[in-house]
């Protein structure tokens, strides 16, 4: 995640140098903590839990469990992530149901930030949990307040009570009272009310929010606060707590570029859990607050529990197995390929699954300049294709692959390279399905005959071209006959992952120049 972008990488920087020691003296293990303070202050942690935080790591890390491990630095590492773990909470909270419907929410906060949207989040989360419930609200006081919450309610899926126009107009006591009664009505099993907030604490906001409390008696007061406001999200908590007391806190904004302090705070500081993060724009932006995973997360070591879950959401279990029998025999087409892209783009943001991956840190610079639409433009190819080129790739001659790029707005050499990959990765999962072990290029021919070549003798390899493309293949047999290497267009080879090359300028000959070698060499 953003939020923690600097945190992760003063925290990589600083187990690296471990890495080189065999052996941790007394004076490493304080450098290291020193290093691990300075980058806590940058990011905006309280000063107390800093404290709290690198006293045990230094006692643990002066300890046993170092001095007598194989390997000193993993062992750092390792002792770091269990406090990190332990001052974001220790053990996930989930929400706790009544055991007599409605179950009642009760959203509190700063104006701005951003309960409302929030509230829509949580609706459209517990809506694909198999709940019923309903928005209330009760913000009578910010203007709009009232009209935004139908309005995210409208794109959530879920009814919204707003009896009061709001702007001032309306007692937010009673139409909290009311909206817990017409949800008992109405059968709904969960009612989320959202509430006034004010640009700073004052007395006025936390009596009202107060009011709302006892009047509603809710099942669960989640606090709502923007994770990029650091050092003063300690007061305000603290403040919120006083007056009117919560029993879970949601970070909101967590996909920000600020130091993020407040998600290392507030727990340490309260004593009450991080149970949701919104992570974005989009309603579904929004996931429980898991702290193992988050302290894997900002120490690079990845979430793949949370990528698991995105998935086991976005794809379909009997696709899924419909996929792997086509996999196993040659029946997987372009038209299955644009419906496992089309299922891979349901998963949301593919940078931010990207980043969840072990690792992830060391490859910032390619992830920013990863393009998203690379996936559109590659749906667009495959669309311009008629049904028959889509299931059987090999009547793509020539003219089809011009025809084909002028009507994706693309270029020939972008088709070729997709359809290039698409055999690649039928070929390689065929294999895969098969129980074999794919030959992975710049990885050479596994042992055993496994992924590469087989246990005989090898086989001469055939002189001449086999390129899919006819005027690719023409210039390169042309080459070899007269004894040179061919000479491939810049980006002829390359490509990213989806098979498609980079900008036009930097990827091969224009529509015209195939369309004109294509007719000289009668194809």
Known sequence: MATFGNLSDRLAETFKNLRTKGKLSAADVDGTVREIRRALLDADVALEVVKDFTGKVRERALGDEVSKALNPAQQVVKIVNEELVEILGGQQRRLEFAKKPPTIIMLAGLQGAGKTTLAGKLAKWLVKDGHTPILVAADLQRPNAVTQLEVVGAQAGVPVYA????????????????????AQQKMHDVVIVDTAGRLGVDAEMMKQAADIRKAIDPDEVLFVIDAMIGQDAVATAKAFQDGVDFTGVVLSKLDGDARGGAALSVASITGRPIMFASTGESLDDFEP??????????????????????????????????????????????DDFLGQMQQLRNMGSIKKMMSMLPGAGAMKQQLE???????????????????????????????????IARGAGSTVTEVNQLVSRFEQAAKMMKTVAKGGMPNIPGMGPVPGGMGGGGRGK??????????GNPAKRAAENLALASGEKAALPPGAGGGTGFGLGGSKKAGGPTEDEMAALQKMLGR
Do not use: C, W, Y
């Not at 559109?376 to 001659?397: D, Y």
């Not at 055939?462 to 390129?467: E, M, P």
């Open 163 to 182: 009896p009061e126009p709001g702007n001032g107009v309306g007692n937010p006591v009673k139409v909290a009272r009311d909206g817990v009664k017409f």
């Open 289 to 334: 607050f898991h702290p193992d995973r988050m302290a894997s997360r900002i120490l690079d070591l990845g979430d793949i529990l949370t990528l698991i879950e995105q998935a086991q959401g976005a794809f379909d279990e009997d696709e899924a197995r419909k996929m792997a029998e086509k996999f196993s025999t040659d029946s997987f087409t372009l």
């Open 369 to 403: 300049n990863f393009d998203e639409r690379e996936i559109v433009r590659t749906e667009a190819i495959i669309q311009s294709m008629t049904k028959a080129e889509r299931t059987t790739p090999k009547l793509l001659n020539g003219s089809r692959r011009l025809r």
């Open 458 to 467: 090898p086989q001469p390899k055939k002189k001449g071209s086999k390129s």
